[in-house]
């Protein structure tokens, strides 16, 4: 064991974005209430930052994670501001504020006024070839079907094929909806992921009614714009690496400790706190713990301490997921790249979920004469796309990129980087799940959860959870460290 500390000591076991956050926030609150604390952060990999990751290479700037944050939610740019980073933010470019959508192996705008998966105009949904004529009048449907009464969750699927019909769903719903999931809409809980679609119908009795309710107030805002709104969109003009570095820089450097596994949690024995077991050491003791961590991982590191909740936590599913980098000439790209990226439906049975035009999507990704493309692949959907090599795994990108912008020749550059189990997945049922699993921890004293798995998958969303785990972590140490 190592040795016993006075001082009130947070371990915090996973060095991602959540735990960088945790960690950052527990010392400036220890800080300004002037309480003494010791805050450890434990990291299995070589490197901080979880699936953030940015590489630079020239003049080109590469994600191979997540390349910005929604500053819709507050979380973000509430922590960017006080880190003093709101002078390196920068929002999408404002030429070409337009998605795509497969069909047929065209690439066809996302329909005017169109939000995620309903229709905000009529004329946007009649003059899309995006869906059939068919599949136009069974959404429209939507206006004379009863209201859902039963509060129960349902699953995406089961919601839009209710209102707006089968074609809403394999068109447009599932490569919008659960593409941001990379979910299996079949199971994607409603009630988790698009809680205002539900409220919409409560309060509409139809979502298209809604929408167009909706539209008409914001109709300046959304002038010129389909899809995604793009401009709730900011990433960092050095990357989203940005952010990792800069909540690094303000943590003590002895309070990181890189390639450092953790195998399991125990409590101590008198019950005061914990032990944590570290491959090759004594084990550390801990006033309380944080576990920022994908839930099935937190979940093998309580197998022995707390069966139940190490249960509930492996019981919440993952997907994975993979991104390829492309760097090509702009002469040998043949679409005009006028827009963000484009989305696949899965019933197009390519190998792609998505494409980002990132050149596009952000100034100064690239050189002037060049392209920068960031292709997706696998998710709840095709995780046989991630059982094949990095290999072929590329070589299906190039055959559907090609395919579908008219790309010619090899790229200049091309990389890949896979995210095994990095998505959670809100199946049906996911609230009810959370709170049991917020139950059990309560007769878990000193040990706190944080990370995307519970209240949204987003980076602002895991930045709330981190900071919300750091108060209540800090609330529990005792009384005479004040």
Not at 78 to 87: A, H, R, S, V, W
Not at 233 to 246: A, D, P, Y
Not at 463 to 482: F, M
Request: charged share 15%; aromatic share 6%.
């Amino acid at each position: 064991m190592d040795t016993v500390h006075t001082t009130p000591r947070v371990v915090v076991i996973g060095g991602g974005i959540t735990g960088l956050t945790t960690a950052y926030r527990l010392q400036r609150l220890a800080q300004a209430q002037s309480r003494p604390l010791e805050v450890l952060v434990l990291e299995a990999q070589d490197r901080l930052g979880g699936v953030i990751s940015t590489q630079q290479e020239d003049a080109l700037l590469m994600e191979q994670g997540p390349d910005c944050f929604l500053s819709a939610k507050p979380w973000g740019l509430q922590l960017c501001t006080e880190l003093g980073l709101t002078d390196r933010l920068i929002g999408t470019t404002t030429a070409h504020r337009q998605s795509f959508i497969v069909r047929a192996g065209r690439l066809l705008p996302v329909p005017q006024g169109f939000y995620l998966m309903a229709p905000g105009s009529w004329r946007g949904l009649l003059a899309t070839p995006v869906f059939s004529w068919r599949g136009k009048a069974r959404m429209a449907l939507d206006l004379l079907i009863p209201r859902r009464t039963a509060t129960t969750d349902e699953s995406l699927a089961q919601f839009v094929t209710r209102r707006l019909g089968r074609e809403a769903l394999e068109r447009m719903a599932q490569p919008m909806v659960g593409g941001i999931y990379t979910a299996d809409p079949r199971y994607l809980s409603m009630q988790a992921t698009m809680p205002q679609f539900l409220d919409m119908e409560r309060q509409y009795g139809s979502v298209i009614r809604a929408m167009f309710a909706r539209q008409r107030q914001a109709a300046t805002a959304a002038a010129g714009t389909s899809g995604p709104r793009y401009g709730m969109f900011v990433s960092f003009r050095q990357g989203m690496q940005t952010l990792v570095q800069t909540l690094t820089a303000h943590l003590p450097p002895a309070s990181v400790r890189l390639q450092t596994p953790v195998r399991r949690l125990q409590r101590r024995p008198d019950g005061s706190g914990w032990l944590v077991h570290v491959d090759g050491q004594p084990p550390l003791e801990a006033t309380a713990v944080c576990l920022s961590l994908p839930a099935p991982q937190a979940g093998q590191l309580l197998h022995d301490a707390q069966p139940a909740l190490s249960a509930a936590l492996q019981g919440i599913a993952y997907a994975s997921s993979a991104i390829v980098n492309l760097v090509y000439a702009k002469d040998q790209v043949a679409h005009p790249l006028n827009g963000m990226g484009f989305v696949v439906p899965a019933v197009e049975r390519r190998a792609l979920m998505a494409c980002s035009f990132s050149s596009v999507k952000f100034a100064a990704r690239a050189p002037e004469d060049q392209v920068l493309l960031r292709a997706f692949v696998g998710g709840a959907l095709q995780p046989e796309q991630l059982a094949q090599t990095d290999a072929a795994i590329q070589h299906a990108v190039l055959h559907d990129l090609q395919a579908l912008l008219g790309l010619t020749g090899p790229p200049r550059r091309m990389s890949l980087t896979r995210h095994p189990e990095a998505m959670p997945q809100y199946h049906v049922g996911h609230h009810e799940r959370v709170a049991h699993i917020t139950a059990l921890l309560r007769t878990c004293p000193g040990l706190h959860l944080a990370g995307n798995a519970y209240h949204g998958v987003g980076i602002p969303d895991c930045i709330h959870s981190a900071e919300t785990a750091a108060q209540a972590l800090l609330d529990v140490l005792p009384g005479d460290a004040v």
